[in-house]
């Protein structure tokens, strides 16, 4: 949806937009009758509410560009990871990403919730479920040597990814997901919205955890 | 490889949940209840003339100073102009440009304002004749108040503005009242149309 009253620039064009729409109106009704000003009012309207739906279709999404925060040498690795976030080539990847800085990692777990518990502001459980899976890979990246911090997010993972952006400014996202078929996030198209949403370097990371799994067995 | 979690001091950090950011939001929240309000008035105004019936609206012996509403108008769509000239003024790194569109709206603000007091001493009707008077003090009125706002927030924004707080960088306390002010130039213009001319 287009909002007209984003930025000053654009609260300016909707104000020259109203003053031409209420001029064609009054034109209209004051030249050459009322029904003629009701019919310009009904045909601005509805054009008007025609380019307001193609617009909302066609306009691309704004990049969000987060502040530089932290020292020089400091490297800011946001994690967007449910299931997959103890995986080994997330670890791997994270500890290739910061080798050589000082590294800061936030690991965000977004609340996965159903729709309707969602629209009922039902999250207590979601969040509960996504602190101890977040907990727990908390625990299985420090055991990686990697000490991040983590924190529960939106159920959106874009959302999720935004809000921490605000607050943490990363230098980087890394977004870990299942393989195809296998992850909704792929499935919705997460990575390539999140790179076309923010201005920072994406990486993504498919983790296996079946695969995974079937090698530690093997070693052992 | 060394590693270590960010401390934080103070209390927790606000949670943010939107892709505008905060002080924007606050206003467009703000906006938005305003417009609710504006239509609630809108409404009454519109039913006490669909009331009035299909006779002459405004209902004689009153009469409306469009002319005179008609200049303000220019006025206050002149100032929304320098309103938007100051913005662009800053973004280019231009303090005197900011400070000389800031001083101008202002000012055309502070006409509109005193032009329409002025207006109001002399057009013959109060809020006590009727429907009609009601309305039209109520509606005018209304947005008198917020250009009243408007001016006030305006007026910081100003003396911000000559005190140096804003750079081409960093001028969100100019791009946020500019916003405000647009739409309380929107809001005489539905007002204008409709009390006025239609």
Redesign the interface.
């Known amino acids: 949806m287009i909002n007209p009253l984003r930025s000053e620039a654009e609260a300016y064009r909707f104000l020259l937009l109203t003053v031409g729409y209420f001029a064609a109106i009054a034109i209209a009704a004051l030249v050459i009758g009322k029904w003629a000003g009701v019919i310009v009012f009904l045909a601005l309207t509805a054009a008007g509410a025609v380019y307001v739906v193609r617009a909302s279709r066609t306009e691309p999404p704004r990049q969000a560009v987060p502040s530089r925060r932290g020292r020089a040498n400091e490297r800011r690795i946001l994690v967007i990871a449910n299931e997959t976030v103890g995986g080994a080539r997330l670890r791997n990847e994270i500890t290739t990403r910061s080798e050589g800085y000082d590294e800061h990692v936030l690991v965000v777990t977004p609340a996965l919730n159903s729709h309707l518990r969602h629209w009922a502001s039902d999250e207590d459980n979601a969040r509960l479920e996504a602190q101890k899976r977040l907990d727990a890979s908390l625990e299985r990246l420090r055991q990686g040597g990697i000490d991040a911090r983590g924190e529960v997010g939106d159920a959106e993972p874009l959302q999720a990814m935004e809000d921490a952006l605000r607050l943490f400014g990363a230098d980087e996202i890394i977004i870990s997901t299942h393989p195809e078929g296998r992850s909704h996030w792929l499935e919705k198209g997460i990575v390539e919205t999140a790179r076309e949403r923010f201005a920072v370097p994406i990486t993504h990371v498919v983790v296996d955890l079946e695969v995974e799994h079937e090698e530690v067995r093997d070693r052992n | 490889?060394?590693?270590?979690?960010?401390a934080h001091h103070g209390p927790p950090?606000a949670?943010?949940?939107s892709?505008?950011?905060a002080p924007?939001l606050g206003?467009?929240l703000f906006?938005a209840s305003e417009i609710m309000l504006f239509g609630s008035f809108f409404t009454i105004y519109f039913f006490a003339r669909v009331v009035a019936g299909p006779s002459e609206w405004p209902p004689p012996p009153f009469e409306l100073p469009v002319f005179v509403a008609g200049v303000n108008t220019a006025i206050l769509?002149t100032s929304?102009f320098t309103?938007?000239w100051s913005?662009q003024a800053i973004k280019r790194g231009n303090r005197a440009g900011l400070q000389a569109g800031l001083v101008l709206t202002v000012a055309m603000g502070l006409t509109f304002l005193i032009t329409q007091i002025l207006e109001y001493s002399r057009v013959g009707f109060s809020p006590q004749d009727g429907a009609f008077g009601s309305t039209f003090y109520g509606l005018t009125g209304l947005h008198g108040a917020h250009v009243f706002v408007g001016l006030t927030i305006l007026t910081f924004a100003t003396i911000r503005a000559f005190r140096g707080h804003f750079t081409a960088a960093e001028h969100r306390g100019?791009?946020?009242s500019?916003?405000y002010w647009?739409?309380v130039?929107?809001m005489w213009?539905?007002v204008y149309?409709t009390v006025y001319?239609?």
């Open positions: 490889m060394s590693a270590h979690a960010e950090i949670n943010q949940s892709r505008v950011d924007t206003m467009l906006i769509l929304s309103m938007h913005l100019v791009e946020i500019g916003i647009h739409f130039d929107v213009i539905v149309t001319i239609l």
